[in-house]
């Protein structure tokens, strides 16, 4: 069992890079397709008609391929403070508590976008300018977000298997974290029926947890309602909490987001809220341009320039009011 695990998560590993790539391309290639674009504009003016209706589209469809290796690999972003204060232990299943959230989160989000994909399909919905199809990218999406979700659950599995045996998973960088990449992980060895028998509790007392909250949500809506600037205080309070207790702030962020507009406007409202404007913001033109930004960064390090950046912008800028 534990070589079985194990050799699934670094083939699921090796599989969600290779598809990551292929969305990194993807990005790439849209950033061409825009520069392109602009010289067109500036030389000619004939800019590419509707180009931002199929940027939109293709660019979520970029990001959501990278979701499942960034769940394989544990690169979310979270922040790191009990790292040396808490026993390995301790910290073993803050993590498994982490990866569990991360889960349901990727969970309802492909549930959600698969619905949002549903619905266009059904009534055959078109980009207004290029009359493109939007269903289709939009169930890859939701597929993409779907393998996250499975890749989160074998993640879960492995970072349980290690909090069995009283070690942290150490896979993922945090915010404050000196240590490189691990070359391997240390092996370890727990039995079959421990692993199944901790999922199978997890799991059950999860959907638990759920179903109470799911019973009594009508009075715990007028409880929220009532005290609302309590609730926002208490909510600040847990996302402070559940950022340092090692939740990614993906996770952290659309969960209490989720349940606080669940208290206020009720479940099948916000559950379409959730699946709708997760989709428009994965598509916005106007927010490709981050993940460009992002993976500038990322050259710059790669390349050993970021540095060199740093200094050359210190020397230029520094003498000024901000700077």
């Known amino acids: 069992m534990n070589r079985l695990t194990d050799a699934l998560d670094e083939r699921?590993?090796?599989v969600t890079q290779r598809v990551a790539f292929v969305g990194v391309l993807a990005m790439l290639v849209v950033a061409f397709v825009q520069v392109t674009d602009v010289m067109l504009r500036w030389l000619f003016n004939n800019p590419i008609s509707g180009l931002n209706e199929v940027i939109g589209l293709g660019i979520g469809v970029a990001v959501a391929a990278t979701f499942p290796a960034g769940?394989?690999?544990?690169?979310?972003?979270?922040?790191d403070l009990l790292g040396s204060v808490i026993n390995a232990k301790v910290l073993a299943w803050l993590k498994v508590f982490a990866s569990l959230l991360l889960l349901l989160f990727y969970s309802v989000l492909a549930?959600?976008?698969g619905e949002y994909a549903l619905k266009l399909q059904e009534r055959s919905a078109e980009t207004v300018f290029?009359?493109?199809?939007?269903?289709?990218?939009m169930w890859v999406i939701a597929v993409f977000l779907g393998a996250a979700g499975l890749v989160q659950f074998m993640?879960?599995?492995?970072?349980l298997k290690y909090a069995l045996a009283g070690v942290p998973d150490p896979l993922g960088w945090s915010i404050g974290q000196d240590a490189a990449r691990p070359e391997s992980r240390p092996?370890?060895?727990?039995?079959a029926r421990a692993l199944f028998v901790s999922a199978l509790a997890l799991f059950a007392g999860t959907a638990l947890l759920l179903y109470l909250l799911h019973s009594n949500l009508q009075s715990l809506s007028a409880l929220v309602q009532a005290n609302a600037v309590t609730v926002a205080t208490l909510v600040v309070v847990l996302l402070w909490v559940l950022l340092i207790m090692y939740v990614p702030l993906a996770a952290t962020m659309g969960l209490l987001g989720f349940a606080t507009t669940v208290f206020f406007i009720g479940l099948d409202p916000a559950l379409n809220v959730l699946g709708n404007e997760s989709v428009q913001f994965l598509t916005n033109s106007q927010v490709a341009v981050l993940p460009l930004f992002l993976m500038m960064g990322a050259f710059a390090v790669v390349a050993g320039m970021s540095s060199d950046i740093y200094?050359?912008?210190h020397t230029l800028l520094s003498h000024r009011r901000g700077g």
């Open 12 to 14: 699921i590993m090796l």
């Open 111 to 113: 549930w959600r976008i």
């Open 155 to 159: 993640a879960l599995l492995v970072t």
């Open 187 to 191: 092996r370890v060895q727990v039995s």
């Open 130 to 137: 290029v009359h493109l199809p939007m269903a289709p990218f």
């Open 311 to 313: 200094e050359l912008a």
């Open 71 to 79: 769940a394989a690999q544990r690169v979310n972003l979270t922040i």
